[in-house]
């Protein structure tokens, strides 16, 4: 019987995983730790799914390549975690998961859009003080505003089209525009985006290019009146230059459901020790412009389903001796 190595597996995950064991007869043996608190256990399976933020340890890849590993498959869209040079010289091949649900992280880009649009930050803040004046609190309607998508792939042109029957004005900006969506999205460049957009959503993925993508010139060239959104990767976005921008009114506010350091904070209790080790992000959390989610956009049945089932497709797959249409390298 096949036998397949889960790692790093939540407790929400678990009735996916029984249920995808049951219907395909192999073996899927869980931990709830990292790939590296697991690897005694690679000898005795055919395969590996991982799901971690910290970047896999560069000594790994022998040890899975020595135990005969074919593969490692990652249930995330992203795969930074894993050296691609590294698994290349060892014949690992590489999987992700590159469309669990782009509905479920363009929908929560779309709630936090309408949170920035009815300030429910300042609201919140305000009804928590017992203070309930409405100076400063007009709202915008959607259809009434202008709203920029950075990066109209599988999630940013699903939330396109979620804004267009919303009637909202789309400005898209993509290296490659999909034609399909002319139609919905007005594609410019990234400048002309920032100048006219409302509300500034981010949907790309992150290697070289997207680092720090949104810096200072920027957030400069944004209203002060607009606010951004970030449901895609925490280094998207300068915090630092974010964190000035918010500070000094270049822009109104941020909602961000993922930040750079977020590996130490996010899915953890820190109500004892706080963020102290994290001053960045300390700092937004205190922040009042500032809506805060623990990376969580993808966090729905359908997504977590989904991620479950691709991921271990591939796996048997990979084993068979066949391709997976998502392999990385």
């Known amino acids: 019987m096949m036998k397949i190595l889960m790692t790093s597996v939540r407790e929400d995950e678990k009735a996916a995983i029984t249920a995808y064991a049951t219907r395909t007869q192999i073996d899927i043996v869980t931990s709830a730790g990292l790939l590296e608190d697991n690897l005694e256990k690679l000898t005795d399976v055919d ?36 050296n691609l040079a590294l698994a290349k010289e060892h014949d ?22 309408f949170r920035v649009l009815r300030k429910s930050y300042e609201v919140d803040r305000r009804v928590r003080e017992n203070d309930y004046r409405w100076d400063g609190l007009q709202a915008q309607e959607i259809h009434s ?12 042109g699903t ?11 789309v400005l898209g900006f993509d290296i490659n525009p999909r034609t399909e969506l002319a139609d919905i999205v007005t594609y410019t460049s990234k400048e002309e ?29 944004m ?6 959104v970030n449901a895609s990767r925490g280094p ?8 000035h921008a918010l500070e000094d009114g270049e822009i109104a506010a941020a909602a961000l459901d993922t930040v750079t350091g977020e590996e130490t904070v996010f899915n953890a209790d820190h ?59």
């Open 47 to 82: 395969g590996i799914v991982i799901q971690q933020r910290s970047r896999l340890s560069d000594d790994v890849y022998a040890q899975l390549q020595a135990a005969g590993i074919k593969q490692i498959t990652t249930r995330t869209a992203g795969y930074d975690v894993i």
């Open 223 to 228: 209203k002060p009146t607009a606010g951004i």
């Open 271 to 329: 109500r004892v020790d706080g963020l102290t080790d994290q001053p960045l992000i300390d700092k937004l959390h205190q922040l009042p412009n500032v809506i805060l989610t623990p990376h969580i956009a993808f966090f729905t049945n359908i997504a977590v389903q989904n991620m479950v089932d691709i991921a271990l497709d591939d796996v048997r797959l990979i084993i068979a001796g066949e391709s997976s249409e998502h392999e990385i390298n």
């Open 159 to 169: 939330l396109a089209k979620l804004l267009h029957v919303l009637g909202a004005r």
């Open 193 to 221: 985006l920032l100048r006219q957009a409302d509300v500034v959503s981010l949907h790309v993925d992150l290697n070289d290019a997207s680092t720090n993508l949104i810096q200072t010139a920027d957030f400069e060239a």
């Open 92 to 113: 690992l091949k590489v999987t992700n998961v590159p469309a669990y649900s782009p509905r479920s992280v363009a929908e929560h880009a779309l709630m936090q859009i």
């Open 236 to 243: 998207v976005i300068d915090t630092a230059a974010l964190l």
């Open 145 to 156: 505003t202008t709203i920029g998508i950075i990066g109209v792939g599988r999630i940013g």
